[in-house]
Structure formats: structure tokens, C-alpha cells
């Protein structure tokens, strides 16, 4: 199957210390997505260059919803504009920081939770 991107950037980026090694996909359909051992889900890998630069983005797309994270940046892409994939981006995003403030992705103080309402 390929993978096309309406989109040629992230339509969120989280400047953050989340941990890079953290979000393989196991961990991301167990703890972002909610799913349990047996559980099918639809899982994409892709490694994107960074034309001004030459960097290298390693990114996992689970279920139309795009992550990139490397240190001290963390990219949320959607693979279309449908309302529901931006919903599902919200979802992980709030879960990003409900499992980070339970510490077991990132130590974050001050988080303004008031300001992630969608």
C-alpha cells in the first residue's frame, strides 16, 4: 500500500524532551492507542529528508496519524484533512501527555493543560 500525504508539513510540532527510543510500535499501540497483545492495527514506517538540511526523520504512521520524535522536537503529521484523523491526532496528543505526566515518557513541569483543548 502507499502512503500519500495531503500535507508536506507537520500540522503539529511539540518542542518537548520526549525519548526517541520510547515510541516504537509497540509501545505506541499499547500506550497511545489503547490497544491490547493480539489487537491488528494498521502501521506504516517511512523515513522522510529534510531538504534544507539533509536530516534524517524517522516516522511511524498508526492508523492515518503520522509520529516523528526525535530529541527535543516531536512531529504529529495526519495522512489526510478528514475531521476524524484530526481528532484521532488530538486523542494522541492528549495521551502523549497523560502517559508523559504519569513519568513514564518525559518529565514535564507547568504543563498549561488548559491550552490543549481542541
Known sequence: MTLTLETRAPILVLIAQFNPAIFNPEWVARFLFDKSEGDSMEIQMLEMVSEADQSVLQMTFFEGVGIGVSPGRTELFAVDSAPETFERVARILLKMFEVSICGQ??????IPIRLLQF
Request: charged fraction near 0%; proline fraction near 0%.
Open 105 to 110: 515518557l518525559v518529565n514535564i513541569c507547568n
